[in-house]
């Protein structure tokens, strides 16, 4: 009988407790003191503080990445009758929130090698949505596995036609586009800090990025029910969007060690790319652009992802897919109109993607326990 190898974490949460040390448990035990657990000084701060990491000029906390997305559209009064373009290739909250509210998501296609929203199919996006006598009103890009869209031709497109941008960098805060912090692209950006991105809370959590300060008055009134002037007076709807305050006390001390987990993040992508590229398609990130690595995403030839991540899991290699299938192939979503000519990319894509382990803390030798799974795997 074999021995099976330790079995390795796709993300490792625990390494990074050890890093943090007491830090947390000293922040959280904070907040238990002067127990304001909604809207406390800690909201405050990080919103300061990761306003002063972005460069943007206003930052409001909120409960997750979904929220943050919807609560911009809601600011805006996107509601039936408008379409919102965004890749189909991504995960389901982008859609999600644009049909919440009872406009139509119209999918584009995405860029085979950055797998982020392509040019040409957001263009053929926005006449399907004229055609069906829909008002266009938004584009959502997505930076998707932590890698930026390319925002200046999104924002050429979104100025020709009158769209604003609200940029989808759930995976991807911390990441830069010409030597730009995402964050400072468009009418807003919106983030998520669920614990398995790069950077992550203890629970839910997210935020958005503006430079408006009319815009960040507006969401700081949806992400308290609308709430006014005079607070019983609510001006339109909203939610009950806030960020808790323990959530921010733990944010503050990981975003103090985010510098250091992205240039950790991009050492791993590196060997990945060293040691995998002769063998397999590795991701590339555009050379305007650094990636977070959300996800160090591989393709493997249609009709063969089944055996090698089987393969791979019996070495005690986890894998994820991300996606098995693109929006406009789900079944709440599939009624949805998309660019013309199909989402080719997409569903190709979605056919091929795996993701290998990938985090701040996986050691060289793990590592290589990986690569040499892939190599092998690949080598049949
Ligand atoms: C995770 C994610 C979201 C949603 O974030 P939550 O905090 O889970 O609500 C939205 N868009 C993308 C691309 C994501 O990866």
Redesign the pocket.
């Known amino acids: 009988m074999s021995m099976t190898p330790p079995a390795i974490p796709f993300i490792d949460l625990m390494g990074q407790r050890k890093v943090l040390g007491s830090r947390i448990d000293t922040a959280v035990s904070r907040v238990l003191a002067h127990c304001q657990f909604i809207n406390g000084p800690e909201v405050t701060q990080l919103e300061a503080d990761l306003a002063a990491f972005t460069g943007a000029k206003h930052v409001v906390a909120c409960a997750?990445?979904?929220?943050?997305?919807l609560m911009v559209l809601l600011a805006k009064g996107i509601g039936p009758g408008d379409a919102v373009i965004c890749p189909s290739f991504?995960?389901?909250?982008?859609g999600e929130v644009v049909a919440l509210l009872g406009a139509t998501p119209v999918f584009a296609d995405v860029d085979a090698v950055t797998f982020n929203i392509d040019i040409a199919s957001l263009k053929s996006a926005i006449a399907v949505a004229r055609g069906r006598g829909l008002n266009p009103r938004a584009i959502i890009p997505?930076?998707?596995f932590g890698q930026p869209a390319d925002h200046d031709a999104i924002a050429e497109v979104a100025r020709t036609e009158g769209l604003f941008v609200l940029d989808?960098a759930?995976?991807a805060f911390g990441a830069t586009y010409k030597d730009k912090p995402l964050g400072t692209f468009g009418l807003a950006t919106?983030t998520?800090?669920?614990p398995?991105?790069p950077l992550g809370c203890y629970g839910?959590?997210?935020a958005i990025f503006t430079d408006d300060a009319d815009f960040a008055e507006a969401l700081r009134s949806v992400r308290v029910h609308g709430q006014g002037s005079d607070k019983y007076d609510n001006v339109r709807l909203g939610l009950t969007g806030r960020l808790d305050t323990i959530q921010a006390a733990i944010l503050i001390e990981k975003l103090r060690i985010f510098p250091d987990e992205i240039v950790a993040r991009d050492r791993v992508a590196a060997r990945y790319h060293d040691r995998l590229g002769n063998v397999a398609t590795v991701p590339r990130v555009a050379p305007d652009r650094t990636s977070v690595w959300?996800q160090y995403t591989i393709r493997i030839p249609n009709g063969t992802r089944e055996t090698f991540v089987a393969r791979l899991k019996a070495k005690g290699v986890p894998t994820a897919v991300y996606y098995p299938k693109p929006l406009h192939r789900q079944t709440a979503y599939r009624m949805f109109p998309m660019a013309e000519g199909g989402l080719p990319v997409s569903d190709q894509l979605s056919d091929e993607v795996v993701s290998l382990p990938m985090h701040a803390y996986l050691d060289d030798s793990t590592q290589d326990r990986v690569i040499e799974a892939v190599r092998d795997a690949l080598a049949g």
């Open positions: 997750s990445g979904t929220d943050a997305l991504t995960f389901c909250a982008t997505v930076d998707l989808d759930a995976q919106a998520s800090f669920f398995a991105k839910d959590g997210g959300a």
